[in-house]
């Protein structure tokens, strides 16, 4: 299969982005100035993303597509309010984990953010469990980027008018050039920030104007760090086929109602998981030594059995610490539990810890 | 830096009477991005050419450092462990990471010299 390049591409490239091979596109890893100036950089000031990998998924429908959706996903899409957006997952009869994904009630259906890996699978997933009813169309028109960082706002204003008085979570129409684009207040790095959703012939232009104004490009290497400081789980890592969302410690982006009445793919297993609790839970771990645990690293117990694996670990660089996500046996996942960490077959001391390992800063209306 | 000597795997190293200076060249440097960790030989140690001498981690993964010489680690160079940054700023003068007491210098033959190693790093581009 050959390998694609987003629109932003050269853009990336002027910026001497190194490149590496991601869910079939040539991403940039980072820029010149690395992953570390480019993770604070996002922290202080705007950084800019290309997500344009990801998924685009547009489907056409009225009161009985959100019917049918909620079949699919443990959402209380009757009441939310149009615009507004929220964290789901794809299951299956087992409640294990298709894919993580954003979903956002828009005029004539529903726009839902995959991530690039599984868009495809998804999209025949969804279409099938639809019985092919309502029209869908996973866009290749479209290209995403996301602004982060606490200038974000005050920059995309100079550029756009109206998107400064999104609540988090909610998106909408503005106007760029003579183009409409669909801009939503959210993210994936602990930041206050916006996804726009563009065509592909005016991304470029818009890129270079966010530039001008004091954005810096930022790679897959310091979205990595900034999204496991804020705690956020990375599918194909942290949630996969393996896991539920409980298991996962997701049970807050399920809606209450909807776990009282079930009626969605995986109710049964998450039902019975809540009632009777699971045999492991997702939580972060901090090693107490300046130690990086990778994924797959081994986790520990005092008495030297085996109860759980590291699932994403890095150092992070606004923390100056190094940081995991893992799945322990759930009698280890209490706060402050002490486990141990193997790395290069030596095992460190490392401690269960509260998440986000850096404290959010979400604009009101988050949830 | 004419009497300097290079690996294969990226590491330079330089002659003071029977002691080596060892470090991770420029080029390993911005191929690894960020250094955020490094682990570093115990002093009194014996390290054998090619053998495992040491870690560094990026942000985004482990390596292996080897030591291109045998001999014992009769200094390491803290300042790194504490500040891995220093790696990146300057890693063939300040941010050396250890100092080797060698017998056999033959071993130095099979390392490249700078017009060398920095044509091997050029067409290698790993």
Redesign the interface.
Known sequence: MEIIKTKLYNLHQKHRAKFVPFAGYQMPIQYSEGIIVEHKYTRSNAGLFDVSHMGQLFIKGDNELTNDLEKIFPLDLKNISLNQSKYSFLMNEEAYIHDDLIITKVKDGYNIILNAACKTQDYKIIKQLLNDKYEMILNSDLSLIAIQGPKAVNILEEIIKGPEKLNFMNGDWFKYLDEKIYITRSGYTGEDGFEISINNDNVEELAENLILKGVKLIGLGARDTLRLEAGLCLYGHDIDLETTPIEANLKWAISKKRLENGGFIGFDKIDSQIKSGTKRLRVGIAPEDRIIAREKTKIYNNNNEIIGEITSGTFGPSIQKPITLGYVQSKYSALDTKVLLEVRSKKYPAKVCKLPFYKKSYVKGAN | MSDVKFSKEHEWLKMDGDIATIGITKHATEML??I??V?LPDLGSNVKKDGNAG?V??????SDVYTPVSGEVVENNQAIVDDP?KI?NDPENEAWFFKLRIKDKSELETLMNKEEYDKFAKESGN
């Open positions: 991005g960020d955020v960790f682990e870690v981690e990026s942000t985004k993964a482990a940054g990146n």
